[in-house]
């Protein structure tokens, strides 16, 4: 086990600097839910649809760097099935919350969530049928 004196610089500068780019989405999420005007446009209030929609962006992303740093930090297997569950986990949170907060920009009218849903049941399945089978074919398709 390494002691700080053994650790590279190199790596306490990566967990300084991963450890910044996850707090910055946490600090504007919850700036996001808890303050309803705007800082920089004290006119401008954006509607509320919007607010969530990007808060919860930036919250799926601080939660992302949470469990790939857990990940790194406890595993770091890329062929394990944590690795697949974790990049699920990211493809359809961060589109589904990307794609849903560039709905709510159009604010001309609601618009439904479920077709992104939709588009990314494909994913989950073929991660599914890897996790069951474990067939590097299926993984280089999940890749793809």
Known sequence: METLGQTPIQSILFFVLYGVTGVVPLIAALYLLLCPVNAI?????????????????FGVTTLAHVWWLL???Y??????AGYLVLAMLDFVLLFVTFAGMLLAMLQ??????WPLLAAVIPFVLIAGAFMIFHN????????G
């Open 41 to 57: 446009a004290p006119g401008v209030t954006p509607p509320v649809r919007l607010r969530r929609w990007t808060a919860a962006f």
């Open 71 to 73: 990940f790194y930090i």
């Open 75 to 80: 595993s770091g297997d890329l062929n394990s």
């Open 108 to 113: 001309d009218r609601r618009r439904p969530v």
């Open 136 to 143: 590097d074919w299926i993984l280089q398709t999940a890749a």
